[in-house]
């Protein structure tokens, strides 16, 4: 995969990851299945008011995030070039088990297991020098789109890097609105179409693994 197509792919795999987010959210009622600052915030205080029956779930969400990180790394790494495509298989695999539980368990078991596919995708970040597409999360993105706006103002920044930046943090926003709109109109069941989308990414031709 030429490093175009490889960040073009980035940028929709940072939109489904918003897509399921959204979904994940809406289910769980305010927990999050990729943005692990947010959990790590709603479990502190959680647990500093002796919350336990809030703090479990958002728990177990993290650790799940963190299980899939380590699957889809030790996938990568096992099948080499073609790691990209193996992580977006294994991903596409556990969202459509995710549709499965929801039939059978309903939305919210459905949701606890998108934090896992979740942790998988990141094992999937494309990046073109300072810009990384693919992470389930934007907060460092953010972070480094402000930092280069810095270096234009002082002369030494990059108006491609910077548009980069603000490219993947637009690509989550807009995974997010879609996925929340389509989850109000036909529910946890819309998780087909970042289910679809991943299956298809993985099926694109490519020679390189992930890049860092």
Request: net charge positive; aromatic share 8%; glycine share 16%.
């Amino acid at each position: 995969m030429d490093g175009r197509r490889a960040i073009t792919a980035g940028y929709l795999l940072t939109a489904i990851a918003g897509w399921v987010d959204a979904q994940g959210f809406l289910a769980l009622k305010g927990v999050f299945v990729s943005f692990m600052s947010g959990n790590t915030t709603l479990l502190g205080v959680f647990v500093a008011q002796e919350n336990w029956g809030q703090a479990r779930p958002v728990a177990l969400v993290i650790g799940l995030f963190l299980a899939g990180g380590f699957l889809g790394a030790v996938l990568s790494g096992a099948v080499g070039r073609r790691g990209i495509q193996a992580v977006l298989l294994l991903e596409a695999a556990i969202l459509a088990a995710a549709l499965a539980v929801a039939v059978g368990f309903g939305a919210t078991a459905a949701a606890v297991i998108l934090a896992l596919a979740m942790g998988v995708q990141n094992a999937a970040v494309v990046a073109t020098g300072p810009v990384k597409a693919g992470a389930t999360y934007v907060t460092g993105t953010l972070v480094s789109a402000g930092l280069e706006l810095g270096k234009l103002a002082g002369g030494t920044g990059s108006r491609k890097v910077l548009a980069g930046h603000l490219t993947t943090w637009a690509a989550l926003f807009a995974g997010v609105a879609a996925g929340a709109l389509a989850d109000r109109a036909f529910g946890i069941s819309a998780l087909i179409v970042p289910c679809a989308a991943a299956f298809a990414l993985a099926a694109w031709p490519g020679e390189r693994g992930p890049t860092s």
